[in-house]
């Protein structure tokens, strides 16, 4: 059984920094996706940004340059380093990860919070 753990939330004021960590086990299949969304009270959940297996990455405009997103492929793991926090990115953050082939499947972390407050 898939899991994918999520570690790193809490509360920070704006312009402060946090790192998100999330490890997936239980899977021998090629990890094709790993990533990270996020959802805000009341509102849809929503890309932040995900890294393929070959390094490529991909982020939502509202984060970019300010946070960055990494993988350990022998660990399995993803990273989300966020950088000058706002009080917009207050959210839970879920870690996602798309695993295997013909047919690939999504799966997602329970989730871990994000607060930006003074």
């Known amino acids: 059984q898939v899991q994918l753990v999520e570690s790193g939330g809490g509360l920070v004021q704006p312009g402060g920094s946090l790192r998100l960590s999330c490890v997936a086990s239980g899977s021998s299949f090629r990890i094709n996706v790993m990533g990270w969304y996020r959802q805000a009270p009341g509102k849809e959940r929503e890309l932040v940004a995900t890294?393929?297996?070959?390094?490529?990455?991909n982020y939502a405009g509202s984060v970019k340059g300010r946070f960055t997103i990494s993988r350990d492929n022998y660990e399995n793991t993803v990273f989300l380093q966020m950088n000058s926090l706002k009080p917009e990115d207050t959210a839970v953050y879920y870690c996602y990860a798309n695993i295997g082939y013909l047919p690939s499947r999504d799966y997602w972390g329970q989730g871990t919070q994000v607060t930006v407050s003074s």
């Open positions: 890294v393929i297996s070959g390094g490529s990455t």
